[in-house]
């Protein structure tokens, strides 16, 4: 009996001290679950040895914007100066290239990565009094687009500019085509791509305000997949006797079709003769090759964050960056 008694004894003694055993490990876990969280949040923060030559600190990091289409060269800034991704400065979504340089001229941003402005930004520059610097970083060309299954390959550009100045052609029969309805899609006047069109193809002209009416489409990749399927009357209409025409960014068609494919349904036409590859914007025999620019406003001190982040742009280590996320370096000096 009293064996039992002691038995019984010991084995509340061995629960207890289990369960303080227990607590002090719960208390132990959650501490350690708490205390990593600041520290945990301040690396997140620690900058490259490139932030350090450059002389770029998370304190003084700029404040960097642009387009739709060079979102991916914020990202490989960011990723150059940090040393992880969950910083705090790392960018999730581009205000489009319109916003981008109003907010610079306003002095909301210090850099921004974009396409050569419009005439109307460069007006609303010169009425604020702010005068910008624009650093070429990356080669980018206009191309037109067409479904798949058009058979025209060419367009000129007294082509566009009947097209969507005057809406003077109607039928692709007269652009080499198929006897169908021409239908000429276009892009809202704060996207990166009517920048191009309007500063390569429109030059100052209005586009026909039928189109811009009838027509528009607000996003990149919505241009892509309204060209491509546009003929077929969507997902309630039913298919018409059209193909559609519209205009988009090279590298951007070239990225959304190994990320969705969609440019598998579409043609590139080639403009006056020339097809646009890598190489014909290289050596600048396509017609319709600009380029993306860093810009920023003279007024930026010298010693700016910004002004290093450029120099590191022109660098072997940016230009290798910028090939990186798909893009071709300008081999311009800055």
């Not at 581009?94 to 909301?108: E, F, Q």
Request: net charge negative; glycine share 6%; proline share 5%.
């Amino acid at each position: 009996m009293k064996t039992m008694r002691k038995s019984v004894i010991v084995i509340l003694l061995l629960i207890i001290s289990l369960s303080l055993i227990s607590c002090q490990e719960d208390r132990d876990v959650a501490e350690t679950r708490e205390l990593p969280t600041s520290e945990t949040h301040s690396s997140n923060n620690a900058m490259s040895s490139i932030a350090e030559d450059y002389n770029i600190s998370h304190e003084n990091y700029p404040r960097i914007d642009g387009s739709t289409s060079t979102l991916s060269i914020v990202k490989a800034i960011n990723r150059a100066m940090y040393k992880y991704m969950e910083n705090d400065n790392f960018p999730k979504s581009a205000s489009k290239t319109v916003p981008s340089y109003k907010m610079l001229i306003n002095g909301d941003v210090d850099l921004i990565i974009v396409p050569y402005p419009s005439s109307d930004i460069l007006s609303l520059a010169d009425e604020k009094k702010v005068e910008l610097e624009f650093y070429p970083i990356a080669l980018e060309s206009l191309v037109f687009i067409t479904p798949i299954e058009n058979e025209a390959d060419n367009i000129t550009e007294d082509q566009v500019r009947q097209i969507y100045i005057d809406y003077g052609i109607k039928n692709w029969s007269e652009l080499g085509g198929p006897n169908r309805e021409l239908v000429p899609i276009c892009r809202n006047a704060d996207s990166g791509s009517q920048s191009q069109m309007d500063n390569l193809i429109l030059k100052g002209e209005d586009m026909h305000p039928d189109i811009q009416k009838n027509y528009v489409e607000l996003t990149m990749e919505g241009m892509l997949e309204l060209v491509a399927f546009y003929h077929n009357g969507g997902l309630d209409g039913s298919p018409t006797d059209s193909y559609a025409l519209g205009y988009t960014l090279y590298t951007y068609l070239e990225h959304m079709g190994e990320v969705t494919g969609i440019d598998e349904r579409l043609k590139v036409l080639s403009y006056e003769g020339v097809a646009p590859t890598e190489e014909n914007m290289a050596n600048g025999s396509y017609p319709l090759t600009d380029g993306y620019y860093a810009v920023i406003r003279s007024d930026l001190p010298q010693n700016h964050s910004a002004r290093n982040i450029i120099q590191w742009l022109n660098s072997k280590g940016g230009k290798e960056a910028i090939r990186k996320v798909g893009l071709i370096p300008s081999e311009k000096e800055l």
